[in-house]
């Protein structure tokens, strides 16, 4: 699961689906940038992290944090 998460964190929608994903054992992935849009340069960052999750075999069911360029 992607989670983008902004300058305030989480919203309270983000936090029930956070739970859920956790209860639900699913590999959430926490997007971090400081732009307002998405380059395609960023993307590719956050394809490459979550290749480099399922390679490993997802061991860490916990939150992965992407910091986007």
């Not at 300058?7 to 994903?21: C, F, N, P, S, V």
């Not at 639900?24 to 960052?45: G, L, N, P």
């Not at 956050?46 to 069911?61: F, H, T, W």
Request: some cysteine; aromatic content about 6%; hydrophobic content about 35%.
């Amino acid at each position: 699961m992607i989670q983008v998460l902004d300058k305030k964190g989480l919203d309270d929608r983000q936090k029930i689906e956070t739970e859920r994903a956790q209860k639900a054992h699913v590999k959430i992935f926490h997007t971090v940038t400081t732009s307002e849009d998405v380059t395609r340069d960023q993307w590719v960052v956050l394809e490459e992290a979550m290749k480099d999750g399922y390679k490993k075999g997802c061991k860490s069911r916990y939150m992965a944090k992407i910091k986007l360029r």
